[in-house]
């Protein structure tokens, strides 16, 4: 079947899974930008901060050069360290977790909800009671396992689905836990009229060139706290107390000082360039994805797959549209092998973080570990999503998934 398939689309350009947009507005900025003389962190940079600050209603923004970067200032913003823990989700990507071993922390990983995919709040919440104890003196939850101390919760906001932020707060609050939104996925989602980047302690956001945005590459810090503001922009640059704006500025100083052995972590003015144009079409961008999306559903409600779902009170940013195989005739490396024999792109989001080599190796965990995660990574499979996607394209991947699909079942 899917030699006949190949055979008729022989000719068909290859479809990725997902494309930026830039155009005109972005290139002219870029140029401009080099133009200036000032291509690294200056005033574009500040300005998409500004912007970007206000698009998600939070009173800070520091830019950085990836949402790694952001997710290891937030802890490290945080004094989280060597004696501490941080809980999370096993279905990400690494730098979610690796951040945490950056820190000399250790990652926890709590199953996953089987509809959303995001962390299963029953289970957070099983694991700091049963797992957990409060010392009243030290005034922290301590794991019994190891006796460190758990400090906070990264809520990875799955496929632009934001979590259940109100059982997470509602733990948060109840045990001292830093809450933050892992938001790779998620710039533009909507939880309870509240935009996600601000419903924790901080959020950290990539506008790799798959995201819902791009500046090629980088990413931001968002916070409601002057303090953890102040503290992530330091260690964006060395720990330097001045950057380089205000130091190589027309009436800036030469003098600066280090008050913290920081990062180099800076966004420059030429990735904010495409950042500022690209945050002015985000809302275009969104209606475009949400639509994607609905045509995906219409176009694939009748065939074994297992859709994403929609929890009330939310808006999804429609970063991914993945799907679980339910047949029994086709797994779900078939159907991938099948898409790509027809020059259709999907990938796989994720392997569960507690199957890869070193986060067995190190911190004892194993297969069986987490049967949510497990299963749903058996059978999942993202499809092309991406506002650059023709309606025509979209069609190419049903009929496809569809011919596939039925030819087995």
Not at 84 to 109: E, K, L, M, R, W
Not at 199 to 227: H, Q, R, W
Request: net charge neutral; proline share 5%; charged share 20%.
């Amino acid at each position: 079947m899917a030699t006949r398939l190949a055979a008729s689309w022989k000719e068909a350009p290859f479809l990725p899974l997902a494309a930026p947009w830039f155009d005109s507005a972005e290139r002219n900025e870029v140029l401009a930008t080099l133009d200036s003389d000032w291509i690294t962190t200056g005033p574009r940079t500040q300005r998409f901060e500004i912007e970007f600050a206000a698009y998600v209603g939070a009173s800070y923004a520091v830019a950085v050069n990836s949402c790694t970067a952001a997710l290891h200032l937030s802890l490290a913003a945080l004094e989280i360290g060597p004696g501490d823990c941080v809980v999370t989700s096993p279905f990400t990507f690494v730098a979610t977790a690796n951040v945490i071993v950056h820190q000399g922390a250790d990652p926890i990983f709590i199953d996953i909800d089987p509809a959303t995919y995001n962390l299963d709040t029953g289970k957070l919440e099983e694991f700091v009671t049963r797992e957990c104890s409060w010392v009243p003196e030290q005034k922290c939850l301590r794991v019994h396992s190891t006796g460190k101390r758990l400090r906070a919760i990264i809520a990875v906001h799955y496929g632009g689905h934001p979590c259940d932020m109100e059982a997470i707060t509602r733990i948060a609050e109840q045990f001292g836990l830093f809450v933050i939104e892992d938001a790779a996925h998620a710039l533009g989602a909507v939880y309870r009229e509240k935009r996600v980047g601000v419903l924790g302690d901080t959020a950290c956001f990539s506008f790799y060139p798959t995201k819902n945005i791009s500046t090629v590459e980088g990413g931001m810090l968002t916070t409601n706290n002057p303090a953890l503001a102040e503290r992530a922009r330091v260690l964006t640059l060395h720990g330097i107390d001045r950057d380089a704006w205000n130091r190589y500025a027309k009436d800036g100083s030469w003098q600066y000082d280090i008050t913290a052995a920081g990062f180099k972590y800076n966004m420059t003015d030429v990735s904010a360039a495409c950042g500022i144009h690209q945050l002015q079409k985000l809302p275009s961008f969104l209606a475009r994805r949400e639509e994607l999306a609905c045509r995906y559903s219409n176009g694939l409600g009748r065939l074994p797959l297992q859709q994403p779902t929609i929890s009330p009170g939310v808006s999804s940013a429609w970063h991914l549209y993945p799907v679980q195989v339910l047949s029994d005739q086709i797994t779900r490396d078939e159907l991938i092998e099948a898409l790509r024999a027809v020059k259709i792109g999907t990938s796989v989001h994720f392997i569960p973080l507690h199957l890869m080599t070193y986060y067995q190796r190190t911190l004892g965990y194993k297969r069986g570990d987490f049967p949510v995660a497990e299963q749903v990574f058996a059978r999942i499979v993202s499809l092309p999503l991406f506002p650059r996607m023709t309606n025509n394209d979209l069609e190419r991947v049903v009929r496809a998934v569809h011919d596939i699909l039925t030819a087995r079942c």
